[in-house]
């Protein structure tokens, strides 16, 4: 067998047993006291979040043909024994050396138990075996992925199978006739197989949300579907003031990124989200927030005030230059105010395309964005010079700590009215007390077991 194409199956397909719920992935404070973050805990999130999203469906499907593999496979006796599984894996690792891959480098191998692992690998196995019977192939001869496929696609038409969230109870993440799939057994697949960051960045949503949740508790906010259809009604409305959306309907564009109404209101990210609202409606009400804004107007509208939409070129420059940093801060300055007067010429975004030495700005023809004139995004300097210009203009060159700018601003936001500067305002502190529980959360990541059979 071909090892390139086999690593994806075992790699991906699994019928999941259930996590260790007391394997931690992350030790931090709630409430001043110990709390932990286990895989149960982050599959469940996972699960309820990625659902409804390509990852969830995909991950969906492979739930259901490991478990139409593993039916068919024990109705004809077709199983590995784990005799059999640990010698293919034995094999499986000698061929991915030998091709230069370290099976540990393997998000799902990482990842996972030696009991799981095991039964990944007999479901693989159990498949090429049910292929093999079906076209009377020989004990060796090749089973390729074209003809795992075209089974798989055979034995789907023999059953009655729901991915469709819609169509399925609370808590079930697929259907197969009357067998129904939990969601944590989705999760568990999209843990095993999720790379370190995105596993981290869960176990950091978990942990965000319990020390929101604990902290509505503390203050006794509470949500209630008065709460829920208010903060529905908020987001149409802002999605019909934003002119990215041109006028497309809220249900659109949930259903563009595989949610309904009804989902949205049941997702803990979206329903925290309200309690956080909530409670910052409490801590930070109109009076208080409205005295800040004639205190320190001009501050207000440095962090939540109208933005700007940006263009730079940027030339890097070192004190004592080298061979890849060739110009010091005079020759770049110098270079841009050549580039500077070819404006009048050549486009903007040309010019930026060419010169810039900003690779995520160069592709986009210098195009940085919006930013507030405190939006911390772009050196403070580059923002400061983009706050003094008026629309169209163009600045001379701004030095900052690794070289140059020049810096256009394209669109200016009108001024909001005070009422709306109050609502951003309060958004802010929400912000900043969110970074808070963060910091006071004190997370610390446990490494994954390096667990895989040997």
Same mark, same amino acid.
């Given at each position: 067998?071909?090892?390139?194409?086999?690593?994806p199956l075992?790699?991906l397909? %699994?019928?999941? /047993?259930a996590?260790?719920p007391?394997?931690?992935? *992350?030790?931090f404070?709630?409430?001043? #006291?110990?709390a932990?973050?286990?895989?149960?805990?982050?599959?469940?999130?996972?699960?309820f979040?990625?659902?409804?999203? +390509?990852?969830?469906?995909?991950a969906?499907?492979?739930?259901?043909?490991?478990?139409?593999?593993?039916? %068919?496979?024990?109705a004809k006796?077709l199983?590995?024994?784990? *005799?059999?599984?640990?010698?293919f894996?034995?094999q499986?690792?000698?061929q991915?050396r030998?091709a230069?891959?370290?099976?540990?480098?393997?998000a799902?191998?990482?990842?996972?138990?030696?009991?799981?692992?095991?039964?990944?690998?007999?479901?693989?196995m159990?498949?090429?075996?049910?292929?093999r019977?079906?076209?009377?192939?020989?004990?060796k001869?090749?089973?390729g992925a074209?003809?795992l #496929?075209l089974?798989l696609?055979e034995?789907?038409?023999?059953?009655?199978?729901v991915?469709?969230p819609?169509?399925?109870?609370?808590?079930?993440c697929?259907?197969i006739?009357?067998?129904?799939?939990?969601?944590?057994?989705l999760?568990?697949?999209?843990?095993?197989t999720?790379?370190?960051?995105?596993r +981290?960045?869960?176990?950091?949503?978990?942990i965000?949300?319990?020390?929101?949740?604990?902290?509505?508790r503390?203050?006794? @906010?509470?949500?209630?579907?008065?709460?829920?259809? *208010?903060?529905?009604?908020?987001?149409?409305?802002? =999605?019909?003031?934003?002119p990215?959306?041109?006028?497309?309907?809220?249900?659109q564009?949930?259903? %563009?990124?595989?949610?309904?109404?009804? /989902?949205?209101?049941?997702?803990?990210v979206?329903?925290?989200?309200?309690?956080?609202?909530?409670?910052?409606?409490?801590?930070f009400?109109?009076?208080?927030?409205? =005295?800040e804004?004639?205190?320190?107007?001009?501050?207000?509208?440095?962090?939540?005030?109208?933005?700007?939409?940006?263009?730079?070129?940027?030339?890097?420059?070192?004190?004592?230059?080298n061979a890849?940093?060739?110009?010091?801060?005079?020759a770049?300055?110098?270079?841009?105010?050549?580039?500077?007067?070819?404006l009048?010429?050549?486009?903007?975004?040309?010019? %930026?395309?060419?010169e810039?030495?900003?690779?995520?700005?160069?592709?986009?023809?210098?195009?940085?964005g919006?930013?507030?004139?405190?939006?911390?995004?772009?050196?403070?300097?580059?923002?400061?010079?983009?706050? =003094?210009? *008026?629309?169209?203009?163009?600045s001379?060159?701004?030095?900052?700590?690794?070289?140059?700018?020049?810096?256009? @601003?394209?669109?200016?936001?009108?001024?909001?009215?005070?009422h709306?500067?109050?609502?951003?305002?309060?958004r802010?502190?929400?912000?900043?007390?969110t970074?808070?529980?963060?910091?006071?959360a004190?997370?610390?990541?446990v490494?994954?077991?390096?667990?895989?059979?040997?």
């Amino acid at each position: 067998m071909n090892v390139l194409l086999a690593l994806p199956l075992p790699l991906l397909l %699994a019928v999941t /047993a259930a996590q260790d719920p007391t394997d931690v992935l *992350a030790r931090f404070r709630l409430d001043a #006291k110990p709390a932990v973050g286990t895989r149960g805990d982050v599959a469940l999130e996972m699960a309820f979040h990625l659902q409804r999203r +390509d990852r969830g469906q995909e991950a969906c499907s492979l739930l259901v043909d490991a478990t139409l593999t593993r039916r %068919a496979a024990t109705a004809k006796n077709l199983m590995p024994t784990t *005799a059999e599984v640990r010698a293919f894996w034995q094999q499986l690792q000698e061929q991915l050396r030998a091709a230069g891959h370290r099976p540990e480098d393997f998000a799902a191998v990482r990842n996972t138990g030696e009991a799981q692992w095991l039964e990944d690998l007999a479901v693989q196995m159990a498949q090429e075996r049910l292929v093999r019977t079906e076209l009377g192939l020989g004990a060796k001869e090749a089973v390729g992925a074209d003809m795992l #496929k075209l089974w798989l696609q055979e034995e789907r038409r023999k059953h009655h199978v729901v991915t469709d969230p819609e169509l399925l109870p609370i808590g079930t993440c697929a259907r197969i006739d009357e067998q129904d799939l939990p969601l944590a057994d989705l999760g568990s697949l999209l843990l095993r197989t999720s790379e370190d960051a995105e596993r +981290d960045r869960f176990v950091r949503q978990l942990i965000y949300l319990r020390s929101i949740e604990a902290l509505c508790r503390r203050q006794d @906010v509470q949500l209630d579907d008065a709460d829920l259809d *208010a903060a529905l009604q908020r987001r149409r409305d802002e =999605a019909a003031r934003d002119p990215r959306y041109r006028g497309v309907p809220f249900e659109q564009l949930l259903k %563009a990124e595989g949610m309904t109404v009804a /989902a949205l209101r049941e997702l803990r990210v979206f329903r925290d989200q309200v309690l956080l609202d909530k409670l910052a409606d409490r801590m930070f009400p109109d009076g208080e927030l409205l =005295a800040e804004l004639q205190r320190d107007r001009q501050l207000v509208l440095d962090l939540v005030g109208p933005r700007r939409h940006l263009g730079v070129i940027f030339a890097r420059a070192l004190e004592e230059p080298n061979a890849l940093v060739p110009l010091d801060f005079p020759a770049a300055a110098q270079k841009l105010q050549q580039v500077r007067e070819r404006l009048g010429q050549e486009t903007f975004a040309n010019v %930026a395309s060419i010169e810039s030495d900003d690779p995520p700005t160069k592709q986009h023809g210098g195009d940085a964005g919006w930013h507030r004139r405190r939006s911390g995004e772009l050196p403070d300097a580059v923002l400061a010079a983009a706050f =003094a210009l *008026a629309q169209d203009e163009v600045s001379p060159p701004v030095r900052c700590e690794d070289g140059c700018y020049l810096v256009k @601003v394209l669109e200016i936001d009108p001024v909001p009215p005070d009422h709306r500067l109050v609502e951003r305002l309060r958004r802010y502190k929400a912000l900043e007390l969110t970074q808070q529980l963060l910091r006071d959360a004190a997370i610390e990541m446990v490494a994954p077991n390096d667990a895989a059979p040997r």
